[in-house]
Every structure is written in structure tokens, then in C-alpha cells.
């Protein structure tokens, strides 16, 4: 597949597909590809995490991602950062501007805990399904970013899980730094408002230019 651009992104088009609510996604890019994540109706968080593809003991490590961007709420420009310190994606486009580095995922446990009902669907179950394929189980589940998720944190140290602020067509470019494992769930959550309470689908494009 082959093409100049693919709902605005440009280079070649390795893959272009979306991704229902609910669903997951893995890839492993290459150094220099482009994953554009576009939030089709906007309103939806999409749990992710990443790996050095060649060594996924190296992963992507919240804190400093948080430390070295200075802030908690990540944009373009900012690195993504591994457990040694090293870049493995950068933010390289941002239409959004709102996403979420401290909630985590939701897990079927959390489920029960904070809203009574049992067995849900949840990201942490789509993490485990991608990363099987990849000879990655529980241990390799860590603190994850959200994209299009907006936890804001009051001064009083106040943080919850609101309306998010993207629009429809909203999209990101991550850039691979290194050969890096993308893996995404599209929040199946409808228990809080981080998808609208009406989950949706996203699309993912991954280019390399020329
Ligand atoms: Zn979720």
C-alpha cells in the first residue's frame, strides 16, 4: 500500500485502519515511522504504551516522561521516554493539546472497586491480548500514557477523570526515536466520562517518509 497522504498525513502509508471502541492494536514501528492517532468523533481515550522493540525490558517510564517534560500534560515537542532515559517516540504533532499521563488504564478489579459492576471490558485486558503476540504478559504492564483522556489536577491536589477536550478529527504524530513497540487499547470504558460515556472509534495511520 502505497500513498502521498492518508487523512492528512504524509509519507508513505504503511498502514491505515481504524480501530473500533473496545479493540486493540500493536505495531512494532521502525526508527524515523510516523503513528498518527486520530480521535474520528472525538472524546475518546486511547490507552498506550511502548517498548524498545529490540529490548522491551527498556519501556516507556511515566515519571520521567513527566520530570523531563516538566509538566503532566505532554504535547508536541515532547519526548516519550524510556526506564534508560532514552527517547522512544516524540510528540511531533498535537492537535488536541489534552492528554492524560497519570489515570492509567482501566482493568475489569478498578471496575469493581470504584463502580460495582463486574467483569467489564477493560484496556488492561486488551494490553495483555496485544502483548502476548510479542512474548509480554502482566509484569510488562506498566503506568501508561492516554491520549485525548483529561485528568486535570486541582491546586488542592484534586485529580479525576473528566469530559476530555478533543474534537472530532483531533489526531497526534508519534515519531519512532528507536524500533519501538506501539501498543494501543481504544478505552472500552463507559463507567466515566473519558469516553463520553459512548466509546468510539479511532484511526491509526503509520507513514515513513521517502
Ligand atoms: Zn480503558
Not at 16 to 39: F, K, S
Request: proline share 6%; glycine share 10%; charged share 25%.
Amino acid at each position: 500500500m502505497s500513498s502521498r497522504t492518508a487523512g492528512g498525513a504524509t509519507g508513505r502509508v504503511l498502514e491505515d485502519r481504524v480501530v473500533p471502541p473496545g479493540e486493540w492494536w500493536a505495531r512494532a514501528l521502525r526508527r524515523g515511522q510516523t503513528l498518527r492517532i486520530v480521535d474520528l468523533e472525538g472524546r475518546q481515550a486511547v490507552d498506550f504504551l511502548c517498548y524498545n522493540a529490540e529490548n522491551p525490558e527498556e519501556r516507556y517510564n511515566a515519571a520521567d516522561t513527566m520530570k523531563f517534560a516538566k509538566t503532566i500534560f505532554l504535547t508536541r515537542g515532547h519526548g516519550i521516554y524510556s526506564n534508560l532515559g532514552r527517547r522512544l517516540l516524540t510528540i511531533v504533532e498535537d492537535t488536541c493539546g489534552r492528554h492524560d499521563t497519570i489515570g492509567g488504564c482501566c482493568s475489569a478489579e478498578s471496575n469493581e472497586f470504584r463502580y460495582g459492576v463486574k467483569d467489564t471490558p477493560s484496556c488492561r485486558a486488551n494490553f495483555l491480548r496485544a502483548l502476548a503476540g510479542f512474548g509480554l504478559g502482566p509484569k510488562d504492564i506498566v503506568a501508561n500514557l492516554n491520549f485525548f483522556m483529561n485528568v486535570p489536577v486541582a491546586p488542592d491536589g484534586t485529580m479525576g477523570i473528566v469530559d476530555g477536550l478533543s474534537k472530532p478529527g483531533d489526531y497526534v504524530d508519534l515519531r519512532a526515536e528507536m524500533d519501538a513497540l506501539a501498543v494501543i487499547s481504544n478505552c472500552p470504558q463507559v463507567h466515566n466520562p473519558c469516553n463520553g460515556f459512548n466509546p468510539t472509534p479511532i484511526r491509526l495511520i503509520v507513514t515513513e517518509s521517502d
